[in-house]
């Protein structure tokens, strides 16, 4: 009797949340996504907190056993959390393991920038797959949501339809914030994206539409980063491609000489030089990198030092992700926000 | 409707629409410009009535510009289309050597030098090198080996100290020679430190682990010596465990207690083989070696934790003879890492205490204590001290205590130098070099570097 009331105690906590699909993503953003998309039928935890390089979290018994109680694991993949395989291994809950129903690696379908063409670790810290930082892509971002959709609606079938929907309407979102509703409503966001992930969207704006170019229908970050695309922009890691690309921000250097290496004192005076010849608006730096070497770099050439997230919730202006984006595309205008 | 067929859709539209205009201009100008033959009706409509017929024409004109706009807005989407093709999507990221275990090789180099000129002999040379595989067997279950490849000039100095220590001193330099100098022959010794299949699918929060693994005694002992913040593992563990720390052959179970808070409480039960070597004393092992081991943990903050945990293992001789071993542990880890980088420095406290009964001989008493500090970004300063009592009836302790200073280019190469001072049957000063290098595939946690 005894016994059964001890089963009964440890089990009765599970039958208690059984209501909700209980979520565990690696980063803060893919948090959002949940949120976003699993609306009140979910609970979510993010293991990274959103001032943490997700590179290099700690695998805590708690994140093990969080996710051993997840019914829904999301990660970004492409070798981003190099420490989710010994959660997983740990956790003793085969459904979130890779494979599983409740396991989604949100960065599927998404076609990689900075595929290393030579995997060596003299390369520094290399990822096989490519440039794992999609999440500073809006239209990539779209994709992120998605895959958190399908991966939601496969654990709670009941309610596939509501993430499915909740997950176009935050693509509607995403788009307006991209391109501007007037724009949006013209060509419409499948089109739009055609043309941003075929990197022809930019020329595309140039045609005119009733005797106007459609550049001036153009609203959202990307009309805000117009004044700054063609222009280049020093960066501490190699997380900004997928960023610079999407706004036409050219990467001028990396204040870091390899990915995850400590610059040497000649690689420094070699950004300094290439900055000062890019005249480069801004040097930015995530706030969980020590930024003093970028701060010197931007006081050499005389430019400005962004200290900015790189996570929802990074900082006091990213409490979510397009609070995160709006303060990412404020740093590099300089715009006060 | 695609964009094509909507495009000429309209197309035909506009095109109806600007001939059924003109027609109608067409049909309206005779009437306007040629009287008609015909008696005109009393509806024709005089010159004065006109403009209450252009509301008509120009509603019919906007219609044409605004399908002439749509017209154009179409012809430009198609235009997009046409320019833009369709991206597949990616192949999903496959390496060609995907199903190859993942290996990792460690080199291990080792320098030490003892200024009271008692038991450690100068020396700078490569004190092991090990090869980790891991790959997934199946769904449900994974493999680790890693081998250990040891030198036998550092083994042999070891089994040297053991004689010096001997009973009889005055013969103890031929004899150690003699035994160095044989095993400085013998080829590198090859070791299988870890050959285990973990079941990682099982239901119920379990964890079914066979085969040989570094025992889960406290939390050092499940670290290999290259992980460990000293040079080498703590004095009373090596007196307990072995110098290699203890690594066991059998079958564990762990158990992860659920509950509404996700606190990570497990339970592990093991039967293994052997035994630590110092409490076996080279016997043989006719009764399984029972191993049990509770652990509880709470983060507070982002890689920063408390845990504690408890261990047992014991062992009976199936024979009337009493031997046998108890062997009990309490271990407890505070880590503290920034939450940013940079503005904070990440420092742990870890402590281990072990009571050991050999049946029928000597009870033990010992344990450790260590504290690092990260003072920059790829440095980190670390003390430990430990002690023994080997014997708690004639309690003589030996004991030690210890700083290292660890430099990490990257998370894959560390430089350190130590110091440590020893007591036992007097003190001895030890300074210590050592470098070790990770290549291959990427470890699974990297040790104290917080990047």
């Known amino acids: 009797m005894k016994a059964a ?136 971002m779209k994709i992120v949501a998605t895959n958190v959709a399908e991966g939601l609606a496969r654990v709670d079938p009941p309610h596939a339809d509501a993430y499915r929907q909740r997950a176009k309407a935050l693509g509607d979102r995403i788009d307006a914030a991209l391109y501007g509703e007037e724009l949006v409503a013209l060509l419409g966001s499948a089109l739009l994206d055609r043309l941003a992930r075929g990197g022809t969207l930019d020329a595309y704006l140039d045609k005119e539409l009733g005797g106007a170019p459609l550049r001036a229908r153009l609203g959202g970050w990307l009309a805000r980063l117009a004044p700054l695309r063609g222009r280049s922009v020093v960066y501490h890691h190699q997380s900004w491609v997928y960023f610079a690309d999407r706004f036409g921000l050219s990467i001028a250097a990396y204040v870091e000489s390899k990915p995850g290496v400590q610059p040497s004192a000649g690689h420094v005076a070699r950004v300094v030089e290439i900055a000062g010849t890019a005249k480069v608006p801004v040097v930015v730096v995530s706030n969980y990198y020590d930024a003093r070497l970028a701060r010197s770099i931007a006081e050499d050439v005389g430019s400005r030092l962004a200290v900015v997230p790189l996570m929802t919730g990074g900082s006091e202006g990213a409490g979510d992700w397009f609070a995160l984006m709006d303060s990412l595309v404020r740093a590099h205008t300089g715009d006060a926000p | 409707m695609s964009i094509r067929s909507r495009a000429a859709l309209v197309a035909a539209v506009v095109a109806f629409a600007g001939t059924t205009a003109r027609a109608s201009e067409t049909e309206e100008k005779p009437s306007e410009e040629e009287p008609s033959e015909e008696e005109p009706s009393e509806e024709e409509p005089t010159e004065e009535e006109e403009p209450s017929e252009a509301p008509p024409r120009t509603e019919q004109d906007e219609a044409v510009r605004a399908l002439q706009q749509e017209l154009e807005l179409l012809r430009l989407r198609l235009e997009a289309l046409e320019a833009t093709p369709v991206t597949p999507p990616p192949p999903p990221a496959a390496a060609p050597n995907v199903f190859n275990p993942r290996i990792t090789g460690f080199i291990d180099l080792v320098g030490a030098v003892d200024v009271s000129g008692r038991n450690v002999t100068p020396s700078f040379d490569v004190r092991a090198f090990e090869l980790d595989l891991r790959a997934d067997i199946d769904p449900f279950a994974k493999a680790v080996v890693v081998l250990g490849f040891e030198n036998p000039l550092l083994h042999a100095l070891e089994h040297a100290d053991e004689h010096e220590d001997g009973v009889d001193p005055d013969d103890a330099d031929g004899d150690a020679q003699a035994e160095v100098a044989e095993e400085i022959a013998e080829a590198w010794l090859s070791v299988v430190e870890e050959a285990n299949i973990s079941f990682v699918a099982l239901p119920a929060h379990l964890l079914l682990e066979l085969g040989l693994v570094r025992v889960d005694f406290g939390g050092q002992n499940r670290s290999h010596l290259h992980d460990v913040p000293h040079i080498d593992y703590p004095g009373a563990m090596t007196a307990l465990f072995g110098e290699e720390g203890w690594a066991d052959a059998g079958v564990f179970l762990r158990y992860r207690l659920h509950n509404p808070k996700s606190l990570p409480i497990d339970f592990k039960v093991g039967v293994m083989s052997r035994g630590p070597e110092p409490l076996m004393e080279g016997r043989e092992t006719p009764t399984p070696v029972l191993l049990g081991r509770f652990r509880g943990s709470a983060d507070f903050g982002a890689g920063s934790l408390v845990s504690a945990g408890v261990s047992y293992s014991g062992w009976r001789d199936a024979t009337d003879e009493p031997r046998g071993f108890d062997l009990a542990g309490g271990d407890f880890l505070l880590k503290l890492r920034p939450a940013i980088r940079g503005r904070d420095h990440s420092f742990y406290l870890q402590g281990e205490a072990y009571f050991a009964r050999r049946v029928a001989d000597r009870d033990s008493l010992g344990g450790f204590v260590g504290l690092g500090v990260q003072p920059a970004r790829n440095v980190f300063l670390s003390l430990r001290a430990d002690a023994l009592i080997d014997d708690l009836a004639d309690p003589e302790p030996t004991w030690g205590a210890g700083f290292a200073a660890s430099l990490h280019t990257t998370e894959f190469l560390r430089v350190r130098l130590a110091y440590d001072l020893v007591a036992d049957h007097g003190i001895s000063h030890r300074f210590g070099a050592q470098v070790t290098a990770v290549f291959g595939s990427h470890p699974v946690e990297p040790y104290w570097v917080n990047r």
Request: glycine content about 12%; charged content about 20%.
């Open chain 1, 5 to 140: 009331l001890i089963v009964l105690l440890t089990l009765l906590p599970a039958l208690v949340h059984a209501a909700e699909v209980r979520v565990v993503t690696t980063t803060t953003d893919l948090a959002w996504a949940a949120r976003e998309v699993g609306g009140d039928r979910v609970s979510v935890r993010s293991l990274c907190s959103p001032t943490e390089d997700p590179h290099y979290v700690t695998p805590t018994p708690s994140l093990v056993a969080a996710v051993g109680d997840a019914d829904l694991f999301v990660e970004i993949g492409l070798g981003l959390e190099i420490w989710t395989g010994r959660l997983l291994d740990g956790a003793g809950n085969p459904d979130v393991r890779p494979g599983g129903p409740g396991y989604v690696r949100a960065s599927d379908g998404i076609a990689t920038k900075e595929r290393p063409s030579t995997l060596s670790r003299a390369g520094g810290d290399l990822h096989p797959e490519g440039n794992p930082h999609v999440w500073l892509d809006p239209v990539l």
